[in-house]
């Protein structure tokens, strides 16, 4: 399958900073890609979708700025976290899509702690 | 009615035995189907996809789509303590736009 990967797998940072999660498709070209966030023992939350080259749409109840999201190009999206509160503290997992077969490939997730 | 529906479980079941899961959606135009798996602590990884009604195989995974009903499931075979995890099934609506994740079923394999 297609490999997705995401850097820091874990990141601590204090309250009032900014964070920035990179998201990268690494064998193929991603059209679409999805951000969530999970807490723990709860379902998958849908953040923001982004196509390459154009603004995220963001879910509603999502501010969208408060996580800033950047698809520069078909391989990497990026997730940027602003002035983030212990509230944030969260698993943060982007997702890929790239052909027709609309499967979405996930990355393995950054554990954010904001102290 | 929510969008996409899965029991909670636990499932639980004996080793070498069948599971069976299942996951109704609300949508009849939607596309694509989907089922993952989430060990704790983990993303989510892609067991298997459906687009058209029917079954279809993988190892010992079978997925069943009904769209008339608008029901899917998954059928492991000969269960594994290491199938251990929750699954959740995903539905497309719109030509990879707009996905609806389940809440998952916490599945228990007990050797």
């Given at each position: 399958g297609a490999?997705?990967?995401?850097?820091?797998?874990?990141?601590i940072?204090?309250?009032?900073t900014s964070?920035?999660?990179e998201?990268r498709?690494?064998d193929?070209?991603?059209t679409?890609?999805f951000?969530?966030r999970?807490f723990?023992?709860?379902?998958l939350m849908l953040?923001?979708?982004?196509n390459?080259?154009?603004?995220?749409?963001?879910e509603?109840?999502?501010?969208?700025?408060?996580f800033?999201?950047?698809?520069?190009?078909?391989?990497?999206?990026?997730?940027?976290?602003?002035s983030a509160h212990p509230?944030?503290?969260?698993f943060?997992?982007c997702?890929?899509?790239?052909g027709?077969s609309?499967e979405?490939y996930f990355?393995p997730?950054t554990r954010?702690?904001v102290? | 009615?929510?969008?996409?529906?899965?029991n909670?479980?636990?499932l639980s079941?004996?080793?070498g035995?069948?599971?069976?899961l299942n996951c109704?959606y609300?949508d009849?135009g939607?596309?694509?189907?989907?089922?993952y798996r989430?060990?704790?602590?983990?993303?989510p990884?892609l067991i298997m996809?459906?687009?058209?009604?029917?079954d279809?195989e993988?190892?010992r995974?079978t997925?069943?789509?009904n769209?008339a009903?608008?029901?899917v499931?998954?059928?492991?075979?000969?269960?594994?303590?290491s199938d251990s995890?929750?699954y959740l099934?995903a539905?497309?609506?719109?030509?990879?736009q707009?996905f609806?994740?389940?809440?998952?079923t916490?599945?228990?394999v007990?050797?």
């Amino acid at each position: 399958g297609a490999v997705v990967s995401q850097h820091p797998s874990w990141v601590i940072c204090k309250s009032g900073t900014s964070v920035k999660i990179e998201c990268r498709s690494l064998d193929f070209q991603a059209t679409t890609m999805f951000w969530y966030r999970q807490f723990p023992k709860q379902s998958l939350m849908l953040m923001a979708t982004s196509n390459e080259g154009s603004k995220a749409t963001y879910e509603q109840g999502v501010e969208k700025d408060k996580f800033l999201i950047n698809h520069a190009s078909l391989t990497l999206s990026t997730l940027t976290v602003t002035s983030a509160h212990p509230e944030d503290s969260s698993f943060y997992i982007c997702s890929a899509i790239g052909g027709a077969s609309y499967e979405q490939y996930f990355g393995p997730g950054t554990r954010l702690t904001v102290t | 009615q929510k969008e996409v529906e899965q029991n909670s479980g636990p499932l639980s079941v004996p080793e070498g035995a069948i599971a069976s899961l299942n996951c109704t959606y609300s949508d009849r135009g939607s596309q694509s189907f989907f089922w993952y798996r989430q060990y704790s602590g983990k993303s989510p990884e892609l067991i298997m996809s459906i687009y058209s009604n029917g079954d279809k195989e993988d190892g010992r995974f079978t997925a069943q789509l009904n769209k008339a009903s608008q029901y899917v499931s998954l059928l492991i075979r000969d269960s594994q303590p290491s199938d251990s995890a929750t699954y959740l099934c995903a539905v497309n609506k719109n030509y990879g736009q707009n996905f609806v994740f389940g809440p998952g079923t916490r599945l228990s394999v007990l050797p």
